[in-house]
């Protein structure tokens, strides 16, 4: 059903080429039984669970036994006789499969169980593997949060932070700053940041922290390289940090109106490689190996295949873009035989390039340290929360986590949007979309290492498009998004594991669940713990008017706008109409009826704000015919969601400097620079200059005062 109300059903021709491509089976000799697995929630657990055994004879009137024990020889071990009450044989009729059905022990401790099942009957002997995963029953919550608590946070784009120190664009050091200003100035309690995600960085294509080659690991330009305590025993690195300082390459970088990601990446690389370079001669070498050398090995033992394939890949993908190769830009162009990240020309390339792998393993283990100390100094700063992550719906399909784990997605299809108000064609988004059946038989491995990875040194994460957890609208490489169709994924194991992540990780988690949501799914989400995502454009009521700010509920995070939408400066000045009629995706006609739309949302929104008493009905009318919000409509809009009873409340920084620029138009590329705009103040300039600190003064006497 699409957002008129309209229903749309899959034509069958559609519907039997997606099913085809999926690899649909049906007959039970070809079914993969080993391993099972099962996902259950503690609040929930199941009375008896059915273990599918290999074997054709019918054993249901003998006498045997049932074995079940972890398989890593933990203490876990349940011994059942056959028959009996508790255990049973049974043959599925309509399959001619067996299966012994037994009680689901019931003191299982949370986390993921490789068992053993051995079944004895007689001289014969049958075996299984099942693999099951205990979920705790919520998601976790801060324990201040639990008890009522509710607090604020601002959105920052980390790629868009000026300082006088950086190299044209926000590292991890210019982060620690962040959060003294945001603690002691803003009076809040977490920095929602973008996907710090790895990407290609080149533009316009490749630097969408939306689109990125890997969800496991990290962007290496957000690293401070003179922060790594192994520049400082790097002569080379130091000297090359000096040219480039004396040549103006950094002041250059710095003073661009826009990030330029591929100078940046290219020059914190070659610092990089003499920084490692170092650290390799310094701590490697076999005849003296040092403790940080040793914590650098626990790291990549810690993070194994996973880790090792992404390496790889970027080595890889560096080998064959350079010149000898005339800059070959996807894997797919690769020769073929690197196409298998397990194939013996691969395994070969990582013995013979050792240290070029171990290069940006290096990388990721500093990313990894740098943001963890800055997220232990948030905490120690009094924050709740501290760093707030974003995790990506997408993933490109030219991209490291592509290629590493192409079993777990379903090529020949992209995800994307039906037809609606917003995109009247519908909207493809160009990536592959999960093949649920190969996630949920590796035991969700790929999956879970995801919500792992983003958890990780963050008091909290928002999945990007949480309506992923229940379906995805696909699109077949043969068609357009009016050829698409809703498929489902195992909902209730995905919200069981990511609550398991969550839990193991201390994150809260944020489920961004605009748009066109399936019946119940918010409901659903909020009972696991998952906080709902609520924006002030959106709250309305069927007659288009905006709920008051006590009809919020609780269990959300609340916001005035995202990366996507306008600013409260550009939604007031209709700059987003403007720019999308500029661009070409609104002819005259469209762009004239979104102008007569938003004088209507302004005069309702302030219709609202009159109403509930945080504007006067004089000062509201002055505030609709101004060019830009005016002060007392700005407070107005800030103390409207700051009393909300919703749980977080997140303003972006563009929105307490009102700011007009958007970070990104959805459906552009070269045609609008996006992911790209930098703050309209440094980091230095947050206290010095005098609008700035008014500005973020008042943003924190308002927190204080709605009590937060």
Not at 258 to 283: G, M, T, W
Not at 595 to 622: M, W
Not at 650 to 662: A, S, Y
Request: aromatic share 10%.
């Amino acid at each position: 059903m699409d957002n008129w109300g309209k229903t749309h059903r899959t034509d069958f021709e559609t519907a039997r080429r997606i099913l085809e491509i999926k690899g649909v089976k049906i007959a039970p000799e070809r079914m993969n039984l080993n391993p099972q697995v099962m996902v259950v929630s503690t609040d929930n657990l199941p009375d008896r669970c059915s273990i599918f055994i290999e074997g054709t004879t019918d054993h249901s009137s003998q006498e045997g036994t049932v074995t079940i024990s972890e398989a890593e020889g933990r203490k876990f071990v349940r011994e059942y006789h056959l028959p009996s009450e508790e255990a049973s044989l049974h043959r599925d009729e309509k399959s001619d499969l067996r299966f012994v059905s037994v009680p689901f022990p019931k003191d299982l401790g949370i986390g993921k169980h490789e068992l053993k099942v051995d079944v004895a009957m007689g001289d014969e002997r049958r075996q299984a593997t099942c693999l099951w995963i205990v979920c705790p029953a919520r998601a976790h919550i801060p324990s201040p949060l639990e008890a009522g608590g509710r607090i604020a946070g601002v959105g920052i784009a980390l790629y868009g932070v000026r300082s006088q120190e950086n190299w044209g664009v926000g590292d991890f050091s210019d982060l620690r700053a962040i959060v003294d200003w945001a603690r002691d100035d803003l009076k809040i309690d977490f920095m929602g940041l973008n996907p710090l995600h790895a990407l290609f960085n080149r533009r316009p294509f490749n630097s969408s922290p939306y689109l990125p080659s890997s969800r496991l690991y990290r962007n290496h330009i957000y690293l401070d390289i003179p922060g790594i305590p192994d520049f400082d025993e790097s002569e080379k690195a130091q000297t090359l940090v000096t040219i480039l300082n004396n040549r103006g390459h950094f002041q250059k970088l710095r003073d661009e109106p826009q990030v330029n990601y591929e100078e940046i990446s290219a020059l914190k690389l070659q610092v990089l490689r003499e920084v490692f370079r170092s650290f390799i001669k310094k701590h490697g070498r076999k005849s003296a190996e040092t403790s940080r050398w040793e914590a650098f090995q626990r790291y990549i033992e810690s993070e194994g295949v996973f880790l090792e394939r992404f390496a790889i890949f970027c080595a890889l993908d560096e080998h064959f873009r350079s010149k000898i190769f005339r800059k070959i830009e996807s894997w797919r162009e690769w020769p073929a035989a690197f196409h298998d990240p397990s194939s013996e020309q691969v395994n070969r390339f990582r013995i013979e390039n050792r240290e070029q792998t171990l290069f940006w393993m290096y990388i990721q283990w500093q990313l990894q340290e740098q943001m963890s100390r800055v997220q232990q100094y948030a905490i120690d700063k009094g924050m709740i929360i501290g760093l707030y992550n974003d995790q990506a719906l997408a993933v490109d399909r030219n991209g490291a986590d592509f290629w590493a784990w192409q079993s777990f997605f379903a090529d020949g299809f992209r995800v994307g949007a039906p037809p609606d108000a917003f995109a009247p064609s519908g909207q493809d988004w160009g990536f592959p979309p999960p093949d649920r059946d190969a996630s949920r038989q590796s035991g969700y491995e790929l999956f879970y290492k995801m919500m792992e990875a983003n958890c990780k040194n963050a008091g909290a994460l928002r999945i990007d498009h949480a309506i992923q957890l229940h379906h995805l609208f696909w699109i077949p490489d043969w068609g357009k998004p009016k050829d698409g169709v809703y498929v489902k994924d195992y909902e209730a194991d995905l919200l069981n594991v990511l609550a398991l992540a969550s839990r193991e990780n201390r994150a809260l988690i944020v489920g961004e669940d605009l748009g066109t949501v399936p019946m119940n799914l918010r409901e659903r989400l909020m009972a696991k713990g998952i906080l709902s995502y609520r924006l002030l454009y959106f709250e309305k009521d069927s007659q288009g008017n905006h709920c008051g700010h006590a009809e919020y509920p609780s269990s959300a995070l609340v916001s005035i706008s995202t990366h996507d939408l306008p600013t409260l400066a550009g939604f007031w000045a209709g700059r987003d109409i403007e720019t999308r009629h500029k661009i070409g995706q609104l002819d005259d006609e469209q762009a004239e009826a979104f102008r007569a739309d938003r004088r209507q949302s302004k005069s309702k929104l302030i219709e609202k704000l009159v109403q509930e008493g945080f504007i006067s009905e004089q000062t509201g009318a002055e505030a609709l015919k101004a060019e830009l919000p005016t002060e007392e409509l700005h407070e107005a809009v800030l103390k409207f969601l700051l009393r909300a009873p919703s749980l977080l409340v997140m303003i972006n920084q563009e929105d307490i400097f009102l700011d007009e620029r958007q970070q990104n138009i959805p459906g552009t590329t070269w045609e609008n620079p996006n992911w790209v705009t930098k703050m309209r103040y440094t980091i230095e300039e947050l206290r010095s200059d005098p609008e700035a600190a008014r500005l973020s003064q008042k943003f924190g006497r308002l927190v204080e005062e709605m009590g937060r």
